[in-house]
């Protein structure tokens, strides 16, 4: 079976600061790791994913994580944040094996300008 | 673009109604998901559904069930609603990988509902 932990619920951070939400997983088997971005009141969306190839993943406005098999570890990052960065992101893992999908409690994430 | 659409934004209902929840996505994706989220708690599986009229438990199905007659809709069920079913009820669609699997689940807008 597998769990992802995110071992911050709140990241508060200034504008134009970098940023990384940290994101582990605990797994027996290989997996898929993703990461979801969820704005207020709004349903989650993608902004990376990590299938094969290379370890690190670039996404959606400006983000990239980078998987690291050793640590087991998908942390997200962002060198420069912007107001609109403020939301809610969840770490996802799911397994190839026909296991289950599987997210993290989530880190908010506020920008102060 | 996919889209999945959630009837409702927001729901208030009596404890014990029976409350329906509608889920329709327009991929033609066989893989339907029903999470619900609560703060601390994050995105809670409780069941999907890999084809029509196929579903699976997840991992909190107590109190809900779960309709899938048509492949683009997916309902959640609740028979008699209690207040700790108050919560934000999200559904997602995927195309087809193994079980739960899979390599991207698209999300609806939700639902938040309210259980007095």
């Known amino acids: 079976a597998q769990s992802v932990t995110q071992l911050d619920s709140q990241v508060p951070v200034f504008e134009e600061a970098p940023v990384e939400l940290r994101c582990n997983y605990s797994s027996s088997v290989s997996v898929y790791l993703f990461w979801y971005v969820q704005y207020p009141n709004q349903g989650l969306q993608l902004l990376l994913k990590y299938l094969s190839g290379s370890t690190l993943v670039k996404g959606i406005n400006g983000f990239e994580a980078e998987f690291n098999k050793s640590q087991t570890s998908f942390h997200l990052r962002k060198p420069s944040v912007h107001i609109s960065d403020t939301a809610e992101y969840f770490c996802?893992?799911?397994?190839?094996?026909?296991?289950?999908?599987?997210f993290g409690t989530g880190t908010s994430l506020t920008v102060i300008p | 673009d996919v889209k999945v659409t959630q009837s409702s934004r927001y729901l208030v209902k009596r404890t014990g109604e029976k409350v329906f929840l509608e889920c329709v996505q327009d991929?033609?994706?066989?893989?339907m998901f029903w999470y619900r989220q609560d703060p601390g708690l994050g995105l809670r599986l409780i069941y999907f559904?890999?084809?029509?009229?196929?579903?699976e438990k997840g991992d909190i199905p107590e109190g809900y069930s779960v309709s899938r007659e048509k492949k683009e809709r997916f309902s959640l069920i609740l028979e008699s609603a209690s207040t700790n079913q108050t919560s934000m009820y999200l559904c997602a669609s995927s195309p087809p990988g193994q079980g739960r699997d899979s390599y991207e689940q698209y999300f609806g807008p939700g639902t938040r509902l309210t259980v007095t």
């Open positions: 996802a893992v799911s397994g190839f094996t026909g296991n289950q999908f599987y």
């Open positions: 991929m033609d994706h066989e893989n």
């Open positions: 559904s890999y084809d029509v009229k196929m579903k």
